[in-house]
């Protein structure tokens, strides 16, 4: 989310978390302030090898309950993060290609709320395309996980059928982006209102 107006029409289809990149080279790159959220949406700021003060400083100063990390961030790096911020929420993304190697997670499993699988592409997110979601199969980690990718009004007779499957048991949300603006960072608030109506009848 990027535009005052559009983030607060967003918010009024209460979603459970709301997404800021604070990457400088995005061209959703957000540097302005946070408009008021019901208290239900998690604000979740998005970096990309930050380092930990700009991380630290970010997140106190928007009052972020979640912090997703998109890049090449490290173990000990995860760590340092959580014990300076134990009471947000971690997301450590992997990206996916073919295939992926889920033994990597391990480690991260102490340290990490939640992992999120998107597609492996030119950009750290927003590419605008699916990965093969049948590598989900080989996960064995114990943390639920966001996936990510791709998803849109399209995909979703694919996601209907995925969320079916076993290896969906783990899937805790649905990580939209750019299948849904209009142009970066401006969403549009009647395919994301219509994708929302039919994705929770099919929950119920």
Not at 3 to 32: C, D, H, T, W
């Amino acid at each position: 989310m990027k535009y005052k107006e559009n983030i607060e029409e967003v918010a009024s289809l209460q979603p459970n978390y709301m997404g800021f990149i604070f990457y400088e080279k995005s061209s959703r790159y957000f540097n302005n302030k946070i408009p008021q959220l019901p208290s239900s949406i998690i604000k979740t700021g998005v970096f990309v090898n930050s380092t930990l003060p700009t991380i630290i400083n970010t997140t106190r100063t928007h009052g972020l309950q979640a912090i997703q990390l998109h890049g090449t961030e490290t173990l000990d790096f995860c760590s340092q993060l959580k014990e300076q911020l134990p009471n947000v929420q971690l997301i450590k993304v992997f990206s996916v290609k073919d295939d992926f190697n889920f033994s990597l997670l391990i480690p991260y499993e102490t340290v990490v709320d939640f992992f999120l699988f998107d597609t492996k592409g030119i950009l750290p997110g927003g590419n605008g395309y699916m990965f093969d979601w049948s590598v989900l199969r080989n996960y064995a980690a114990t943390k639920p996980y966001f996936l990510s990718g791709g998803i849109g009004p399209d995909t979703l007779p694919k996601l209907q059928d995925f969320l079916k499957l076993p290896q969906a048991s783990k899937c805790y949300a649905i990580d939209v982006n750019s299948k849904f603006e209009i142009t970066p960072g401006l969403k549009d608030y009647s395919l994301l209102k219509k994708f929302k109506e039919e994705l929770d009848f099919f929950s119920l």
